[in-house]
């Protein structure tokens, strides 16, 4: 009804006065109830962004950690085969040294011996530069301090000429692979000796 002559006051041309407020429905939300339910969001979209960046920050340490193990795994895959390089290497050379004090015999110099103990340390020599092309280095650890985490004690020895604590000899040699000790070296430490 309110339409109906709202439609034909404007057909005749009839000017009407200013116009009375409508008779719409006001919204149910109150003012009060708007700025409450805007808080909210404005919380719930700053607690939704503190989780999505936490997941993000998560995500790329998962990421970096993941990366990690996998270079970690091209680099020491072959540690344990390397270890069993190592023992070969051992054999190697104490089978050198042996064919070596054999061939410079001072009774009877054995020439067939000494190029056996000449091919056996060109081989020796090839090995060690194999291993080095790899990342598997010999440690030298004679005259420096005792490390645990390179070196295992199985002798003291008395000082004479050495400060305490160094490695004064190797029973056995260490070896790394990139910088991680795979086997650490046997070796006797100097110690001040008592009388």
Do not use: W
Not at 14 to 33: F, I, R, T, V, W
Not at 102 to 122: F, M
């Amino acid at each position: 009804c309110a339409f109906s002559t709202a439609a034909q006051q404007r057909s005749t041309g009839d000017e009407c006065g200013p116009e009375e407020p409508s008779d719409e429905p006001k919204h149910p939300l109150s003012d009060c109830a708007l700025e409450h339910k805007a808080i909210k969001l404005e919380e719930q979209v700053r607690d939704l962004t503190e989780r999505y960046r936490k997941a993000l920050a998560d995500s790329e340490n998962v990421r970096r950690r993941t990366q990690k193990f996998v270079e970690d795994a091209k680099l020491f895959g072959i540690q344990s085969f390397c270890r069993d390089l190592v023992e070969v290497a051992d054999m190697l050379e104490k089978t050198a040294e042996s064919a070596a004090g054999h061939a410079e015999e001072p009774s009877e110099p054995n020439p067939t011996l000494q190029k056996i103990y000449e091919g056996l340390s060109l081989l020796e020599a090839k090995l060690q530069s194999v291993f080095a092309k790899h990342g598997l280095h010999k440690m030298k650890p004679v005259g420096g301090r005792y490390d645990p985490y390179e070196h295992e004690i199985v002798c003291h020895v008395p000082a004479e000429g050495r400060r305490p604590g160094t490695v004064a000899l190797v029973t056995q040699d260490g070896y790394k692979l990139h910088g991680r000790t795979i086997r650490h070296a046997l070796v006797g430490v100097a110690v001040e000796a008592h009388e």
